[in-house]
């Protein structure tokens, strides 16, 4: 997927009040899974994180169309923190003058504050399931700053897939573990009847003052009439690396300056630099496989993500004997575009940059306000052999420049046409990943829930339906419901085996033609 406006374009800015228009092409290679958006507004992104403004993407294609799976309930699962500032709006000293004393680190940065986990924007809800039944989740870590150890009461978990990317057969896991920004597949096939906790464990993430708590997410109740669900045995073919020989390999180093003793405040940092918006890092030849041994020289843990270009890890060194939350990452054929970097350790990843796919990204630090502290760079990908013909780009778009185009987003090759307003509560930029809510019952993103069309009528924009971006509030996946902008949006890729749709060939406008089977909205108990 290009990187380049009109689509995943995270140089641009939109102006409060305005909007712009996104146009993806979905390849017919494109990976089915879960992928998502969220701003981009370099320095601010953590706070617009956890303001809500995210959702899940759901691209759909050959794994769909497994039988099991095909017959499966399947739920979408966010999970994001909502920060709560204590009533007293104090700052503590130390966070101003850290060298007065020890920083408390109970969220960062450090204010009286309380830090909330919701899941689809709701706190600790009921999802419920009859003893036997099998349901596939898709559960993306929206956290700005939180990792999550998954881990379900009494049930094993069958991952079917990584960060969009199936797997050729289902891995049977007791615990997964999210990075933010990291999307995970799986089956869960309910047990005998009762209530079972869905939690993050408590898990170190190199912060001062030990692991983060055990986090409560959801309850699973199992209840009703017993069933005995198919379970699959085989899914679908993954990608595979091209055979290529590794044409550079390079060191990126990690680090970071929590003192505040260097009169630079709060750092972070990627090879000894903060970002630039008028600076290339990486520069890179379309077509080549590359390695990059990614160091981390500071305390924190550090999820590298690479826009645009997924990989796959080839080596990790240092992980801490007994510590079984790396188990997946010395397994064959998994598809990363987010690994995290452990304290004071290393890896190496191998990734291919497709020819066809050039222009400028970026690579980062995904805990959100690290990135927003300088740990971010961007990387350059050239066409095939110009490197080679010495040609090399102009920097990219100062910061500050505000786009006010206003649209929706136009037909996709390779799926169907798909209509995606995009209103902006404050200034930021729409970040695509590609290969990428008492106790109450969970409720889930909608398609098309700002219209509420259905079939070929679906996809209209927000200017032609007045009503619609109040809708698009009732019902976004956000952990702040004013802010809710977010959506579920689905682009199917077509399968190999189905017959053509007579509705994609109707209209030359954006429309949502194919027929999936019912998915439940925001609003509507599971």
């Not at 009703?224 to 690396?241: A, F, I, Q, S, Y």
């Not at 004997?321 to 290393?346: H, K, M, Q, V």
């Not at 682009?491 to 030359?508: D, E, H, I, K």
């Amino acid at each position: 997927m290009s990187p380049e406006d009109p689509a995943d374009n995270v140089f641009l800015q939109i102006g409060p009040l305005n909007d712009h228009q996104y146009s993806y092409d979905i390849p017919k290679d494109q990976p089915a899974g879960l992928y998502w958006y969220h701003p981009h507004f370099h320095t601010a992104t953590a706070h617009q994180g956890w303001n809500g403004l995210s959702g899940a993407i759901i691209v759909e294609g050959d794994i769909d169309a497994v039988p099991e799976i095909a017959a499966m309930r399947e739920r979408t699962i966010v999970i994001n923190e909502l920060w709560i500032a204590d009533d007293s709006g104090e700052v503590p000293f130390t966070v101003v003058a850290p060298i007065a004393g020890d920083v408390p680190f109970a969220s960062f940065p450090s204010v009286p504050s309380s830090m909330y986990y919701t899941v689809n924007g709701q706190l600790i809800p009921d999802i419920t399931m009859q003893p036997g039944e099998a349901q596939r989740f898709r559960v993306l870590n929206a956290c700005p700053h939180r990792s999550i150890w998954l881990h379900v009461e009494g049930h094993s978990l069958e991952q079917i897939g990584t960060d969009g990317t199936p797997y050729a057969a289902p891995r049977t896991r007791q615990h997964i573990f999210l990075a933010s920004a990291n999307r995970v597949e799986f089956i869960i096939k309910a047990g005998e009847p009762g209530r079972y906790r869905i939690y993050a464990e408590a898990y170190d993430q190199g912060h001062p003052g030990g692991p983060r708590p055990y986090l409560p997410l959801a309850t699973l109740v199992v209840r009703g009439k017993p069933t005995d669900t198919p379970m699959p045995k085989t899914l679908v073919e993954p990608p595979r690396m091209p055979n290529l020989p590794v044409s550079r390999r390079r060191v990126l180093v990690f680090s970071g300056d929590i003192s505040g003793r260097t009169g630079m405040g709060i750092q972070f940092l990627i090879d000894g630099k903060e970002m630039n918006m008028d600076r290339i890092d990486q520069e890179i030849e379309g077509g080549t496989v590359e390695e990059w041994t990614i160091v981390n020289e500071d305390v924190f843990q550090h999820p590298l993500h690479i826009h645009i270009n997924p990989f796959q890890v080839v080596d990790v060194q240092g992980i801490p004997t007994g510590d079984t939350s790396w188990a997946a990452a010395y397994e064959p054929d998994i598809w990363w575009d987010t690994f995290r970097l452990p304290p004071y350790r290393r890896y190496t990843l191998r990734t291919y940059f497709r020819p066809d796919v050039t222009g400028k990204s970026v690579y980062h630090c995904h805990i959100l306000p690290h990135e927003d502290r300088g740990m971010m760079g961007i990387l350059l990908v050239d066409p095939q052999g110009s490197i080679r013909r010495g040609r090399r780009e102009a920097a990219p778009p100062a910061a500050g420049r505000i786009h006010r185009r206003s649209g929706v987003c136009r037909r996709s090759r390779g799926g169907r046409a798909r209509r995606c307003p995009v209103a902006a509560a404050q200034r930021g930029s729409l970040c695509l990943h590609p290969a990428a809510s008492g106790q109450s019952e969970l409720v889930e993103p909608h398609l098309d829930s700002a219209t509420g069309a259905q079939g070929c009528n679906a996809g209209s924009t927000a200017s032609q339906h007045p009503g619609a971006l109040d809708s698009l509030r009732r019902t976004g996946v956000s952990a702040v419901p004013r802010l809710g902008l977010g959506r579920d949006q689905r682009f199917l890729v077509p399968r190999r085996s189905a017959a053509p749709s007579a509705c994609a060939g109707a209209t030359g406008r954006s429309a949502y033609c194919s027929q999936p089977k019912p998915h439940e909205g925001v609003g509507q108990p599971l």
